[in-house]
């Protein structure tokens, strides 16, 4: 089981490829305090990645529907089609993030409403 993940682009730019990858919240090292921003890691990326960003998109959104029907995860499955970190393709590219919840989108069935919205309740274009 995954909790609440988040997922965006991952793109290699030695081989110019995109990579959607996924991160979970993680605790901040040290003492945390509750005005302490979540910190978030990746758990993984498509390996191979596609060619274009928009079959990164695609894929990305296929990966949410299918983890909100396998009931693979336990809270909200957010994600930014738009959101394009670089990584120079050296190494293993783990990702450490401290991010803005407000600027990604709530993912929702097709039964739930046709509809996505945003972290803040307002509806997305």
């Given at each position: 089981?995954i909790d609440s993940p988040v997922m965006y682009i991952l793109q290699?730019?030695?081989?110019?490829?995109?990579?959607?990858?996924?991160?979970?919240?993680?605790?901040?090292?040290?003492?945390?305090?509750?005005?302490?921003?979540?910190?978030?890691?990746?758990?993984?990326?498509?390996?191979?990645?596609?060619?274009?960003?928009?079959?990164?998109?695609?894929?990305?959104?296929?990966?949410?529907?299918?983890?909100?029907?396998?009931?693979?995860?336990?809270?909200?499955?957010?994600?930014?089609?738009?959101?394009?970190?670089?990584?120079?393709?050296?190494?293993?590219?783990?990702?450490?993030?401290?991010?803005?919840?407000?600027?990604?989108?709530?993912?929702?069935?097709?039964?739930?409403?046709?509809?996505?919205?945003?972290?803040?309740?307002?509806?997305?274009?």
């Amino acid at each position: 089981m995954i909790d609440s993940p988040v997922m965006y682009i991952l793109q290699n730019t030695e081989t110019k490829r995109f990579h959607p990858l996924a991160l979970k919240k993680v605790p901040m090292m040290g003492i945390q305090l509750k005005s302490d921003p979540d910190r978030w890691k990746s758990i993984g990326h498509h390996t191979v990645g596609f060619k274009t960003v928009e079959e990164a998109r695609k894929d990305i959104l296929s990966h949410c529907k299918d983890l909100a029907s396998n009931q693979m995860v336990f809270g909200p499955i957010h994600y930014d089609l738009n959101k394009v970190v670089v990584w120079d393709g050296i190494g293993n590219p783990v990702v450490n993030a401290i991010l803005n919840m407000d600027e990604f989108t709530l993912y929702k069935s097709e039964e739930e409403n046709v509809t996505t919205q945003s972290c803040d309740g307002n509806s997305k274009e």
